[in-house]
């Protein structure tokens, strides 16, 4: 497809700067049409929505499987992880000799979530096991010697890493492992693993398993599989209840989405099924967060990326980092809504000091953007060490760069997180700078990293990951917006969103549809919402068809001074997702806006 024809109604730039163009297929364009008319077709479906699906790679052959996907269709075989059946009897030999097992975990949603299904997993086989989770300003990421070693004069003989450990090679050749294993289910990549007993990592360089997209509760998911299939041959189930490993996969759904791992495949899977036993509040810690975050419909991939996992995750950045496995582990109500509430304070406060920080960093970036850098590096020792992730992810959806923002130490060395965008490995980038001695310590996956440097490499970092990124892509400067469709006010029916959202879960691999919603006329806007962030607008069709729209964070969008132009009311198109809405046994359609455009001549 020419970049010409790849153009909708004509789009080069929009009231946001952006280029509006058809989403890629790998298919060619006369056998997506046909794929798409097949699904449509076979499913009944508006024409609309089967090319969306064939564009997404589906066919009317998977069309069920994509629709309805289940982990008995799509799990694979444990063992094809590369130590797995190591580490999965091992596990087994200590749940029969009722070993103390602890669970060394991240401090982030993944980190908590994996730590949290494996305390379960081990409960459920009548093993209680230590959990702990380190301290990010005390102890940073990752094992360390002191807390190794307090677990292993407590009587632990079996310790196991989860979301971390793949790089601890100089903490764990410290520790005695004549007197303890260590077992490491992770995800994040490295160019060696260490010395220990086993290292479960779909991306370990010599892992064959195929599975490099899974997060940390993934992995741990299939391992409490593997360790049932051992306990099963050893015939421990004979005197003990089999564990219902279905009523894990909550905290799979909420680690895989929080994680941002593509929504594919098996994760696909994952979510789509975690998601009902999220529904089912079930989990105690879940059910008091989602009442504390006003979520009262049914819980989705949004509402465990935008509602869950930043209140789990504000007590790890600014706080205690405990927390968010307290809350996730928690059988108490009365304790479980304690803990919920004093994990939605900690956000509000994260919040204001994201606020901040995001301010004084966006400058700096644009300063850098403009100077025409492959990736934005940013430090500064005022910048709260818990925050960075959050505000690099924000500029980067901003400036369609990677970003790395890190906080300085008082002993000159800066400790940062990167954020990604799509099509670019930031942890490739992150061992390569490891492997050239630029960092004191790195790793990460596709679209997120972490790392530790001296701020006397700074310079040279930075032009070494300039250099790296640069010969890896090409990017616009500002990122194109990927349409799938285009309707009109009279198309956005109730029926249409209600296809759409049979589509979902929606996130990394799986983005909700944007559509463009053509030749409106913007009739009414207000601003809603307790601090007056949201805009709404009516808008209505040239046949006079009214529907409403709206749009988030209005004070940070560019177009929005356009929109609330009562004077210069030029027709419009919008692109953005049509979803639909339930209130109080009502359904409406509602358009979210992404941008706008004012119709050509």
């Known amino acids: 497809m020419s970049e010409t024809s790849s153009l909708i109604l004509n789009i080069t730039q929009s009231l946001s700067g952006r280029r509006w163009i058809w989403r890629q297929s790998s298919l060619d364009q006369h056998f997506l049409e046909r794929q798409a008319q097949a699904i449509a077709q076979k499913a009944s479906l508006y024409e609309i929505v089967g090319r969306i699906m064939a564009i997404r790679g589906v066919s009317a052959e998977t069309l069920p499987f994509f629709l309805s996907p289940t982990l008995k269709s799509l799990l694979p075989d444990p063992s094809c992880l590369k130590d797995m059946d190591k580490a999965s009897e091992r596990i087994a030999d200590a749940i029969l000799h009722q070993e103390k097992i602890a669970i060394f975990g991240d401090y982030d949603v993944d980190g908590g979530c994996a730590t949290a299904l494996l305390s379960d997993f081990f409960a459920m086989l009548g093993n209680q096991a230590f959990t702990y989770i380190p301290d990010r300003f005390k102890e940073g990421y990752g094992p360390n010697v002191q807390a190794l ?30 007197k303890t294993d260590i077992i490491v289910f992770d995800h994040h990549k490295s160019e060696s693993v260490p010395a220990i007993y086993a290292t479960v990592n779909p991306n370990r360089l010599d892992c064959n398993s195929n599975l490099d997209n899974l997060c940390a509760g993934g ?110 582990i928690n059988t108490n109500p009365f304790d479980a809504k304690l803990i919920a509430e004093r994990l939605d304070t900690i956000n509000k406060q994260r919040q204001n000091i994201e606020k901040d920080v995001l301010k004084q960093a966006t400058n700096q970036a644009l300063e850098q953007y403009q100077q025409g850098n492959a990736v934005i590096m940013l430090s500064n020792p005022k910048w709260h060490a818990g925050i960075v992730g959050i505000v690099a992810g924000r500029i980067k959806e901003q400036i369609n760069r990677p970003i790395l923002i890190g906080s300085e130490l008082p002993d000159g060395t800066i400790k940062g997180s990167g954020r990604s965008i ?8 992150i061992i390569a700078a490891k492997q050239a001695n630029l960092l004191i310590s790195g790793g990460g996956h596709t679209m997120a990293a972490g790392y530790s440097y001296h701020k006397n490499q700074a ?113 419009l198109h919008l692109a953005g997702c049509l979803r639909n809405s339930r209130w109080n046994g009502r359904e409406n359609i509602t358009f979210f806006i992404k941008d706008a455009s004012f119709v050509k001549n």
């Open 219 to 328: 992995v741990s998911f299939i391992a409490a599989i593997a360790i049932t299939r051992s306990l099963r041959k050893k015939n421990y189930f004979q005197n003990h209840p089999e564990p219902n490993l279905f009523k894990l996969m909550d905290l799979v759904a909420l680690s895989t989405v929080c994680d941002v791992m593509p929504l594919t495949g098996l994760n696909r899977a994952f979510v789509t099924q975690g998601l009902k036993i999220l529904a089912k509040r079930e989990r105690i810690g879940l059910a008091s967060l989602l009442d504390v975050a006003g979520i009262t419909n049914t819980p989705n991939a949004f509402s465990c990326g935008f509602a869950l996992g930043p209140r789990i995750n504000a007590g790890g950045r600014i706080s205690e980092a405990s927390l968010g496995l307290q809350l996730l």
């Open 459 to 571: 310079e040279e970092l930075h032009t070494f990951l300039n250099h790296y990124l640069e010969r890896t892509v090409h990017y616009p400067t500002v990122a194109d917006l990927e349409i799938e469709g285009v309707i009109t006010p009279a198309g956005a029916s109730i029926e249409l969103a209600k296809q759409i959202e049979s589509l979902a879960p929606f996130g990394n691999g799986n983005e909700e549809p944007i559509l463009i919603l053509s030749h409106v006329h913007i009739i009414r806007t207000d601003r809603i919402g307790k601090d007056g962030n949201t805009l709404r607008l009516i808008i209505q069709g040239e046949n006079g068809q009214s529907l409403k729209a709206l749009l988030f964070r209005a004070d940070q969008n560019p177009i929005v001074p356009f929109l609330e132009d009562s004077q210069n009311r030029q027709p």
């Open 149 to 178: 070693k307090q677990l292993i004069q407590q009587g632990v003989s079996l310790i196991i890493c989860v979301d971390c450990g793949t790089t601890s090679h100089a903490v764990f050749n410290q520790i005695n492992q004549e």
């Open 422 to 429: 799509p099509g670019i490995d930031l942890g490739a980038a």
